[in-house]
C-alpha cells in the first residue's frame, strides 16, 4: 500500500515522499513534518505541448481525428449520455447531457416542471443556455422570484466533469440574475440549505399622545393617496457574457519525460 | 502599481518561492475564506474545518498553473477552489456515518477516543522515534540546501512519467554499486552525470533534465538518512553493476 511521508509543510501545501520514491505537493490539511499519511490530495498539474509537436501539427491532428471519429458513428456518441443536471426551482427539471454538454433529454420532475419545459425546444441545445432560459423562464412566469434560491445538482461518471460543469453553470446563472437569486450547489442526495430568513426589526409603537381640548376645526378632505405604479418587468440581456477565464483544454499529448 | 498588476506580480513570485507563496496566501486568506463560506454556508475555522484548508491548496494550485494571458486570476482561483471543494465533499460522503478517533470521547475531560484506547503500542516509543524522524528530515533539508535547492523544487521537478521515474532509480541502483561516486557528489556538491549514464545506461539527458531529483535521490541513500530510506518500501531498485 502507498503511503506517504510528510518532510515539509507551508499554508497551503505539504511536500511529502511517497514509498516509491515520488516527491509530491498535496493539500496541508493540517499535517506535521514526520507524519505518515495513507491519503493525499495531490496537486493537478498541466502538461505543456512538448516543443517538438508545433500547434498547428495538433490542430490538423485534432481536425483528422475528428473526421475518423465522425466517419466511425458519431452519432451514437453525441445521443449516449455523459451526465445530468438537475435544476431545483420548484418547478423542478432534468436535462440529461452528451459529451459535447447538449442536452438530448429535458424532463419536467413535478407538475410545475413539466408546465415550465413545455414548448422550450431543449434537444442539442448547450446545456449551459437552456439552463438560463429555463430559469429566466421560471423568473418571468413567476416561479421564481427576488432572493429566491436554485438549486444545481450534477451527476455524472466523471468527477471532473460534475465540478467543472457545476462551476461553468453556477457562475453563468449568477451573471445572468446578478446576485438577485442564491445558486447553490449540491452533491446528488444532499439536503439543500434553508433559504436565508429576512431580517425584522420591530417597531416599538408611538406612545399615545395625551388628550388636550378638542379645538373646533374644520374637516379636511381625506387625502387619498395614489397606489404606487408597478415596478416595470425586468428584462434581462440575453447576451452571453464570456467568462474572462478560458476553460483549460485538456492537454492529452504526453512531454518527452 | 494597480492592484490587478500587484496580483498578478505576487502570483508569478509565489510560483518561484515557497516562501512567497505563503504570504500571497495569507494576503488572500479573507477571499479565500468567503469563497469556502459559500460552498458550507457558515465561516469557516482554521484547523477545525477541512475545507479551508482544501479551498488554501486550491488556491495555490491555481497560483502555480495561472497564465496571465488566458483571463482573471481571481477568476480562476474561485473555480478551482469550487471544483476542489466540490471533489472533497464526494470524497467525504464516502467517510459519513464514521466517527473519527481524534475526536473527544463521552465524558468531561480532553481524552480523545484514541487516548482511550490500549492498543498495546508504546506512545513513549513512537514519539522518540518520531523526534529523530523529524531530526532526521532537517538534516535532510539542509543537506539539500547545499546543493541550492528546496524540497519544494525537488517536487516541482521529480518526474511525472513512470518511465522516467525508473530510470532515475536505475541511476540510483547503480550509484549504490560505486560508493565513490556519491562521496563525490557529498564533496563537490557536483552530479557526476557522465560517470552516472555511462554506468546505468540511461541517457545523460534524461539525468541532466531531472538532477534536482536525482540529487534527492542519492542524498537520501547517503549515510544518516536510515528512517527516510525505510520509507521507501515499494522502491524497487536493481542492483546493476558498471559496464565496462
Known amino acids: 500500500m502507498m503511503t506517504y511521508l510528510v518532510l515539509e509543510t507551508h499554508r497551503a501545501y505539504a511536500v511529502v515522499l511517497d514509498s516509491e ?21 495531490a496537486i493537478e498539474e498541466k502538461r505543456a505541448l512538448p516543443f517538438s509537436l508545433s500547434p498547428r501539427f495538433v490542430q490538423g491532428l485534432a481536425a483528422a481525428a475528428v473526421m475518423v471519429f465522425m466517419v466511425l458513428g458519431s452519432w451514437q456518441v453525441l445521443l449516449s449520455p455523459q451526465g445530468s443536471v438537475e435544476m431545483q426551482i420548484n418547478p423542478d427539471i432534468m436535462a440529461t447531457v452528451n459529451r459535447l454538454d447538449r442536452v438530448i433529454r429535458l424532463e419536467g420532475l413535478n407538475p410545475d416542471g413539466v408546465t415550465l419545459i413545455e414548448d422550450y425546444q431543449a434537444r442539442m441545445q448547450p446545456v449551459d443556455r437552456v439552463a438560463r432560459d429555463l430559469a429566466v423562464k421560471a423568473l418571468q412566469e413567476g416561479y421564481l422570484t ?3 434560491q436554485i438549486n444545481l445538482i450534477i451527476d455524472g461518471q466523471q468527477d471532473a466533469w460534475v465540478a467543472e460543469t457545476g462551476t461553468r ?64 418587468a425586468p428584462t434581462y440581456d440575453d447576451d452571453d457574457d464570456d467568462d474572462d477565464w478560458d476553460d483549460a483544454d485538456d492537454d492529452d499529448a504526453d512531454d518527452d519525460d | 502599481m494597480s492592484q490587478g498588476d500587484k496580483l498578478i506580480t505576487m502570483v508569478e513570485e509565489a510560483k518561484k518561492d515557497g516562501q512567497a507563496a505563503d504570504r500571497l496566501i495569507e494576503a488572500y486568506l479573507p477571499f479565500i475564506r468567503a469563497e469556502t463560506a459559500k460552498f458550507i454556508h457558515r465561516h469557516p475555522q482554521e484547523g477545525q474545518d477541512e475545507e479551508l484548508s482544501v479551498a488554501m491548496f486550491a488556491f495555490y494550485e491555481a497560483a502555480m498553473a495561472y497564465d496571465a494571458s488566458r483571463g482573471a486570476f481571481i477568476a480562476l482561483a474561485s473555480r478551482n477552489i469550487r471544483h476542489r471543494l466540490i471533489d472533497y465533499s464526494r470524497k467525504e460522503a464516502r467517510h459519513r456515518g464514521l466517527i473519527s478517533l481524534d475526536d473527544q470521547g463521552p465524558g468531561e475531560d480532553d481524552q480523545s477516543l484514541l487516548d482511550r484506547i490500549d492498543d498495546g503500542t508504546d506512545r513513549i516509543g513512537d514519539r522518540v522515534e518520531n523526534q529523530a524522524l523529524q531530526m532526521e528530515i532537517e538534516a535532510y533539508r539542509q543537506d539539500l540546501a547545499l546543493f ?17 521515474l525508473k530510470a532515475c532509480q536505475q541511476v540510483l541502483a547503480y550509484a549504490k554499486t560505486e560508493p565513490g561516486l556519491i562521496r563525490d557528489l557529498l564533496q563537490t556538491k557536483k552530479l557526476p552525470v557522465t560517470a552516472l549514464a555511462k554506468g546505468s545506461g540511461v541517457a545523460k539527458k534524461t539525468i541532466e533534465r531531472h538532477r534536482d531529483y536525482v540529487i534527492a535521490l542519492l542524498l537520501a541513500f547517503s549515510n544518516g538518512f536510515e528512517i527516510i530510506r525505510g520509507h521507501l518500501h515499494a522502491m524497487t531498485i536493481e542492483e546493476k553493476g558498471g559496464e565496462a
Not at chain 1, 25 to 31: Q, R, T
Open chain 1, 21 to 41: 520514491g515520488r516527491f509530491l505537493k498535496v493539500a496541508n490539511l493540517g499535517y506535521a513534518v514526520g507524519q505518515e499519511l495513507e491519503e493525499v490530495m
Open chain 1, 146 to 148: 427576488d432572493g429566491g
Open chain 1, 169 to 232: 453553470l453556477s457562475q453563468e446563472l449568477e451573471a445572468q440574475f446578478e446576485g438577485r437569486v442564491r445558486i447553490v450547489i449540491l452533491v446528488p442526495g444532499e439536503t439543500p440549505p434553508p433559504a436565508p430568513e429576512p431580517i425584522v426589526i420591530p417597531v416599538e409603537p408611538e406612545p399615545a399622545p395625551t388628550p388636550s381640548p378638542a379645538p373646533v376645526s374644520t374637516p379636511t378632505p381625506a387625502q387619498v393617496t395614489p397606489a404606487p405604479a408597478p415596478a416595470p
Open chain 2, 148 to 164: 541550492g535547492l528546496t524540497l519544494s523544487d525537488v517536487a516541482d521537478r521529480c518526474p511525472k512519467q513512470e518511465r522516467t
